[in-house]
């Protein structure tokens, strides 16, 4: 095993010792103990969020879409741009990039092992995106980048990315998501979110964060808000014109030209209605990969399969992480899906295929068949019979994108 594959190893396990902790406490820890000299590693390191300027984009849909168009924009104006995104679809190292260069098995290697050498010298339990989020900060530091854009995780206010000082924050959207961690209504989740919002720093808003408890935040913080106004279209547009906005705020000390952000603006990250086909030997015209994975997504996806397909059946391999709203998802997916082919993801946190067509059968759903993996789907798929002419989507996890991949190949950016 090499020490790449052996630190991935450990780093996958500190996932397993634990569920999802947010707070900032570990991060903290670690920057106090790179901060008194602790290890070598501190020789190049002041601290890594304070060595460029930073965009920190949260949203409960679109965030990494915007954390892409921004990125993009400004490598194609000539700067050295970090990208922090996750989660990923195939490879660890998608997330993180420097203009478009993931970083390589060996940089990981070599600051991934001292960091957990600071963790345990220090006993701080950092989790997996700690460690993580570290690892993409010292990076980008390292390799002197003009700029970097980060994804939050999840949240905002105890996400490990809020740890940054940002010189522009962005929030894209609000909607029920994660409300076993962040709250079961729509105003506390918006706390949350706002939690990256920082004393006077810009803030660019999406279109439907008009709420009090944000602008109540920003006007707290004397945060200087940038609200992008209702855009039509698909919901890529609207995510353009997030990404504009933050742009704009950014115009002083990072210019662009209007070649530079249109091809920017134009840049999609992978398996955002990613589409593929045809798929003939089953009798799929369209394959379609998207990550929608909560119910304002769910619905935006489908929305849009439906507009663009009228004629057609639409069949589905879905998966759904552990926890969601079964019921919830359905109602914003709609009526009139022929056929759902369940999955699941071997990361432990789907839910397993027993449990999710037990979830079917109890809803009254009769349209399905488990299938767990995609050995299984290319087996339903050739005894399902078409009537129509037909197109797939694939969604509801992240972690299924990859694993379906076979039946196209999913390009990344």
Not at 159 to 167: G, H, Q, V, Y
Not at 352 to 368: E, H, P, R
Request: net charge negative; aromatic share 8%; charged share 25%.
């Amino acid at each position: 095993m090499t020490k790449y594959a052996s630190l991935l190893k450990k780093l996958y396990q500190t996932n397993e010792r634990a569920v999802i902790k947010l707070g900032l406490d570990n991060l903290r820890g670690m920057q106090k103990a790179i901060w008194e000299n602790v290890h070598s590693i501190s020789s190049y390191l002041d601290f890594p969020q304070a060595q460029y300027p930073i965009v920190h984009v949260a949203g409960t849909n679109g965030k990494g879409s915007v954390c892409t168009k921004v990125a993009k924009a400004l490598e194609f104006g000539g700067y050295r741009v970090g990208l922090f995104t996750s989660p990923h679809i195939e490879h660890f190292w998608e997330r993180i990039q420097i203009n478009g260069r993931y970083i390589a098995e060996e940089e990981i290697a070599e600051l991934l092992g001292p960091l957990f050498e600071i963790a345990e010298e220090n006993q701080i339990p950092a989790t997996f995106f700690e460690l993580t989020t570290l690892l993409a900060m010292i990076y980008f530091a390292r390799e002197k980048v003009d700029i970097a854009v980060f994804e939050v995780g999840l949240g905002g206010r105890l996400d490990a990315t809020n740890i940054l000082s940002p010189t522009v924050t962005a929030i894209t959207s609000i909607g029920l998501d994660h409300t076993n961690l962040l709250g079961e209504t729509l105003g506390e989740i918006a706390g949350e979110k706002a939690g990256i919002i920082k004393e006077g720093i810009p803030v660019v808003l999406g279109p439907t964060l008009v709420n009090d408890v944000i602008m109540e935040i920003a006007r707290d913080k004397q945060a200087p808000v940038h609200l992008v106004e209702e855009v039509e279209g698909p919901i890529d547009a609207l995510n353009a014109a997030i990404s504009s906005r933050i742009l704009d705020v950014l115009s002083k000390d990072f210019p662009l030209s209007e070649s530079a952000r249109e091809k920017g603006l134009a840049a999609r990250p992978p398996c955002r209605f990613d589409l593929r086909g045809p798929l003939l030997e089953y009798g799929f015209e369209s394959v379609i990969f998207d990550v929608a994975h909560n119910p304002d997504s769910f619905r935006t996806l489908f929305e849009r399969a439906r507009s663009e397909y009228p004629e057609h059946d639409i069949e589905v391999v879905m998966a759904l992480s552990q926890g969601r709203d079964l019921e919830t998802c359905l109602c914003a997916i709609g009526e009139g899906i022929a056929h759902y082919y369940l999955v699941e993801a071997d990361n432990g946190r789907c839910m397993n295929t027993d449990d999710l067509a037990l979830a079917f059968q109890k809803l009254g759903q009769s349209n399905f068949t488990p299938c767990k993996n995609l050995e299984g789907c290319r087996k339903a798929f050739i005894e399902k019979k078409a009537i129509k002419p037909r197109i797939l989507v694939v969604c509801g996890s992240f972690f299924i994108m990859a694993m379906m991949s076979p039946l196209q190949l999913i390009e990344t950016v």
